[in-house]
């Protein structure tokens, strides 16, 4: 009876320490996350994707915060971030990286995956800005260009890009507002997607190839409502920048312009800040919390080896 028991504890320890083994297993490649216009890696402790990586690591990842420039073209980002990698790359002897990136940050991801796949695993795009952004297209067309209001408002924004990245700690890293803003209108992103279309659906709000002819997994998601929290004072502003889409969309990004590779879901209650769980974790209390979000997908890059 006593050697029954023994061999039945023993049974369910092993079981359990399998089951923590494998909730702990760490990807095969490391994590790269990329923030979007005007963000930052973390500043005074506070991250850009708030609580996140320290949820991932938790799970046995490496997770590296990109640094690139908060305001600048996508194509000049993506330079930056192919050279972070490089880093990680030699850091950590991996051959290749998993990339993750939020609005701007997912074509700036785009961008080194078609120029050096062999770099790369995988893409994630999060309420990224894939087929271009109306209010970019707003905001584009209400100042004129060639202006004193368009220089004024160059001067202004690069100038914040620029305390953010001095705060944050990639003072080194040029600003071009102008050019992060024509580079998010939709015009900029189809031109943009004419040389690095890897993982774009052929029609607008269709579904792209799950790995594309790199070789390199597309995936993405995205939230599709604006007021998701009463104390979240995100929501307000977001809620006034959605009402120039005439469609779904998080505040800034369409649901549709954000499909990219394998869309795992576009319509989640979560506005574009929420996303990346701000402002602070003040996110809907009746959808799957975005950290969870992330914990799912790092196992299903682990699943598929990547």
């Known amino acids: 009876m006593k ?90 002897g991996a051959e290749k990286v998993n990339l993750i990136g939020h609005s701007h940050g997912g074509p700036t991801a785009r961008y080194v995956a078609s120029v050096s796949p062999e770099m790369v695993a995988s893409v994630t795009s999060i309420g990224g800005v894939n087929w271009g952004s109306r209010f970019a297209d707003f905001t584009r067309a209400a100042v004129p260009a060639d202006s004193a209001t368009e220089w004024l408002i160059r001067q202004g924004a690069d100038l914040l890009a620029g305390v953010i990245a001095g705060v944050s700690g990639s003072g080194e890293l040029p600003s071009d507002s102008l050019a992060a803003m024509e580079a998010l209108t939709t015009r900029g992103s189809l031109l943009f997607n004419q040389s690095y279309g890897e993982g774009m659906p052929q029609e607008y709000c269709g579904q792209g190839a799950d790995v594309a002819d790199n070789g390199v997994y597309y995936f993405s998601w995205s939230g599709a409502a604006n007021l998701t929290h009463a104390l979240d004072a995100s ?58 979000l992330y914990r799912q997908h790092l196992k299903r890059l682990q699943q598929l080896g990547l």
Not at 264 to 286: A, C, K, P, R
Request: with cysteine.
């Open 3 to 92: 050697a029954w028991i023994c061999t039945s504890l023993l049974i369910i320890l092993g079981l359990f320490n399998s089951a923590r083994a494998e909730e702990t297993q760490a990807t095969r490649y490391p994590i790269v996350m990329v923030h979007g216009l005007f963000g930052f890696n973390d500043i005074w402790g506070i991250d850009y994707f708030y609580r996140i990586p320290q949820a991932l690591e938790q799970q046995g990842a490496k997770v590296y915060l990109a640094s690139v420039s908060p305001a600048n073209a996508t194509e000049v980002r993506g330079e930056q971030l192919r050279t972070f990698v490089q880093a990680v790359l030699a850091q950590t």
């Open 235 to 292: 929501d307000y502003p977001l809620s006034l920048t959605g009402l120039v889409f005439n469609e779904a969309n998080d505040g800034l990004v369409s649901s549709c312009s954000s499909h990219l590779g394998k869309v795992i879901n576009d319509s989640y209650q979560m506005n574009h800040l929420d996303e990346v769980n701000q402002t602070f974790g003040l996110v809907s209390w009746f959808e799957t919390n975005p950290v969870t």
